[in-house]
């Protein structure tokens, strides 16, 4: 059986300390995401006397998650998650993310606020795209 999106949230904390559930932390109006989109280097190490190609697993690179949101009054302001996370991006500094399931699945790591793009359109509301570049190790728990 398949397991539902319904009910993910995204919590972003402006320190490297865990993001907690608190409200201030929560991303509003989350429509989707995509991500951790990881994945490691492959270093050829073949040589002439190799029957084929021969090759070693890089460092793993955990990639970014991409956020999707209804873009609220809350970025222009001084409080909140998104006012947070567009500060984080212009000061290039390293928050901790949590990605947390309906399922009770948790992912958590460190990342930079790499984009924010606003777009609309003709009949529709003002999404927020968020992309999240992780550095580090990210941790998966079930909660």
Not at 18 to 24: M, N, P, R, W
Not at 25 to 46: F, K, Q, W
Not at 68 to 82: H, K, Q, R
Not at 113 to 128: E, M, N, Q, R
Request: proline content about 3%; glycine content about 10%; charged content about 20%.
């Amino acid at each position: 059986m398949a397991l539902e999106a319904h009910g993910a949230r995204f919590f972003w904390s402006t320190s490297t300390v865990k993001a907690t559930g608190a409200s201030l932390n929560r991303l509003p109006e989350l429509i989707s995401y995509s991500g951790p989109s990881g994945g490691a280097a492959v270093i050829d190490i073949t040589h002439f006397d190799s029957a084929a190609h021969e090759k070693l697993q890089g460092l793993p690179d955990e990639g970014n998650i991409t956020l999707e949101t209804n873009l609220t009054s809350a970025i222009s302001e001084t409080t909140g998650c998104l006012a947070k996370i567009r500060k984080m991006r212009d000061a290039r500094q390293v928050g901790h993310l949590t990605l947390k399931y309906s399922t009770d699945t948790i992912i958590q790591a460190l990342g930079y606020i790499i984009s924010l793009t606003p777009s609309g359109a003709v009949d529709d509301k003002i999404g927020l795209s968020i992309v999240v570049e992780i550095t580090g190790k990210a941790t998966w728990t079930t909660v």
